[in-house]
């Protein structure tokens, strides 16, 4: 760990001319400076009478410009694996310099996570790809470290990242037909120091799908099924978070929201897990602000979907296979989530029960890892 008593790596007589001041405070606390052909960012870290030290590391323009833009924390800014330190007097000359890497870097060198330039209330982006992604989900814990973490943790996590990611953001419909086998996301680089896994824009591999489907496919409805499940869902998370702030979330709002209790279950912290807070973000939306779960906030959730999974529940969704022998049909709804419905002969019969109809029903609901079960108390033919 560096200490102000370490002998320099070597000397310089080098004038220091700020190109953009992004901060300043009885002079240039933070600030940029071209090095040769390098762009570099300044960070004041320790002062004395005569002279100041700065933290310097690797900048490029874009991440400059979120920082500027209130989008990415000064710490994001920051991160590098390697540094320098530089002894500027008060005239911003180099005099001295050291160079070490981010494990030799005393941790009150860094500012707070999630702050920039301004006094926020919402923490921001604290790498720029979490900034820039069209969603991302950053875990949060004492066994998340910079350099590295266990192999069990990372492969659960990006395992259960994958589940959510899945059932916040289904793959779109074209009529009754599902994009399923085509649609994949782009990750970016994860980030250490937590985990941070973000999620690009979606992609469709055009030529999996049948020439039929193929020729109604359009990218805006892919832009659009995304933009109203991020939107849906930051919604839906927001009340159940704004209620499980104050106390227990109760049964009938889990019942409400057991969809969105769901996709989040797997994922929010509990205690003695390695993780101890989540962070959802949209990146580039500012519509929806970044929402924190903690080990309290998890618990709740956990029990609230406890709750929910073996109420009552009401399912809207298309017929997708009959047996009329057995008294069971199948439905999928709207997140591709299949239900097994037990009922009768009779009823199926009756109630006009068809593969591709639209139907309603309501009974007592069963969680399974494959199929849901619900014993159907009512059913409702909607077309």
């Given at each position: 760990?560096?200490?102000?008593?370490?002998?320099?790596?070597?000397?310089?007589?080098?004038?220091?001319?700020?190109?953009?001041?992004?901060?300043?405070?009885?002079?240039?606390?933070?600030?940029?400076?071209?090095?040769?052909?390098?762009?570099?960012?300044?960070?004041?870290?320790?002062?004395?009478?005569?002279?100041?030290?700065?933290?310097?590391?690797?900048?490029?323009?874009?991440?400059?410009?979120?920082?500027?833009?209130?989008?990415?924390?000064?710490?994001?800014?920051?991160?590098?694996?390697?540094?320098?330190?530089?002894?500027?007097?008060?005239?911003?000359?180099?005099?001295?310099?050291?160079?070490?890497?981010?494990?030799?870097?005393?941790?009150?060198?860094?500012?707070?996570?999630?702050?920039?330039?301004?006094?926020?209330?919402?923490?921001?982006?604290?790498?720029?790809?979490?900034?820039?992604?069209?969603?991302?989900?950053?875990?949060?814990?004492?066994?998340?470290?910079?350099?590295?973490?266990?192999?069990?943790?990372?492969?659960?996590?990006?395992?259960?990242?994958?589940?959510?990611?899945?059932?916040?953001?289904?793959?779109?419909?074209?009529?009754?037909?599902?994009?399923?086998?085509?649609?994949?996301?782009?990750?970016?680089?994860?980030?250490?120091?937590?985990?941070?896994?973000?999620?690009?824009?979606?992609?469709?591999?055009?030529?999996?799908?049948?020439?039929d489907i193929r020729e109604k496919f359009k990218d805006d409805l892919v832009r659009d099924s995304l933009d109203v499940n991020r939107r849906s869902f930051f919604e839906n998370l927001n009340?159940?978070?704004?209620t499980a702030s104050v106390g227990e979330i109760p049964a009938h709002m889990a019942i409400q929201h057991f969809i969105t209790l769901d996709q989040v279950n797997d994922i929010v912290p509990?205690?003695?897990?390695?993780?101890?807070?989540?962070?959802?973000?949209?990146?580039?939306?500012?519509?929806?602000?970044?929402?924190?779960?903690?080990?309290?906030?998890?618990?709740?959730?956990?029990?609230?979907?406890?709750?929910?999974?073996?109420?009552?529940?009401?399912?809207?969704?298309?017929?997708?296979?009959?047996?009329?022998?057995?008294?069971?049909?199948?439905?999928?709804?709207?997140?591709?989530?299949?239900?097994?419905?037990?009922?009768?002969?009779?009823?199926?019969?009756?109630?006009?029960?068809?593969?591709?109809?639209?139907?309603?029903?309501?009974?007592?609901?069963?969680?399974?890892?494959?199929?849901?079960?619900?014993?159907?108390?009512?059913?409702?033919?909607?077309?």
């Amino acid at each position: 760990m560096w200490n102000s008593d370490a002998k320099a790596d070597g000397e310089l007589a080098t004038q220091i001319t700020p190109v953009d001041v992004l901060y300043y405070y009885d002079g240039p606390t933070l600030f940029t400076a071209t090095l040769g052909f390098t762009d570099f960012l300044f960070h004041k870290v320790e002062e004395t009478d005569s002279s100041d030290i700065f933290l310097v590391a690797e900048a490029t323009a874009p991440t400059v410009e979120a920082v500027k833009q209130g989008r990415l924390s000064v710490w994001g800014a920051l991160q590098h694996p390697s540094y320098h330190l530089l002894e500027l007097d008060k005239n911003l000359v180099a005099r001295r310099y050291w160079s070490l890497d981010a494990k030799s870097l005393p941790p009150d060198f860094l500012p707070r996570r999630g702050y920039g330039l301004a006094t926020n209330e919402t923490q921001l982006a604290d790498s720029v790809d979490q900034a820039n992604s069209f969603f991302s989900i950053k875990y949060t814990g004492k066994e998340l470290g910079a350099q590295r973490l266990p192999f069990s943790l990372f492969k659960g996590l990006v395992n259960d990242t994958y589940d959510a990611v899945r059932k916040i953001f289904p793959a779109p419909m074209i009529g009754d037909k599902s994009l399923q086998r085509a649609f994949d996301f782009e990750v970016l680089e994860p980030s250490f120091g937590s985990l941070i896994i973000a999620i690009d824009e979606a992609t469709v591999d055009t030529a999996a799908l049948k020439k039929d489907i193929r020729e109604k496919f359009k990218d805006d409805l892919v832009r659009d099924s995304l933009d109203v499940n991020r939107r849906s869902f930051f919604e839906n998370l927001n009340e159940i978070i704004a209620t499980a702030s104050v106390g227990e979330i109760p049964a009938h709002m889990a019942i409400q929201h057991f969809i969105t209790l769901d996709q989040v279950n797997d994922i929010v912290p509990s205690g003695g897990e390695g993780v101890e807070r989540v962070e959802f973000r949209a990146g580039r939306s500012d519509e929806e602000k970044p929402i924190l779960v903690d080990d309290q906030l998890g618990e709740r959730i956990r029990r609230a979907h406890r709750i929910a999974e073996t109420s009552e529940r009401q399912i809207t969704g298309v017929v997708v296979e009959v047996n009329a022998e057995s008294g069971t049909f199948i439905i999928k709804d709207f997140h591709h989530r299949q239900t097994t419905c037990v009922t009768s002969a009779d009823e199926i019969d009756e109630s006009r029960i068809a593969i591709n109809r639209r139907v309603q029903v309501k009974g007592d609901f069963q969680k399974r890892q494959r199929r849901d079960k619900l014993q159907v108390r009512s059913l409702r033919v909607l077309e």
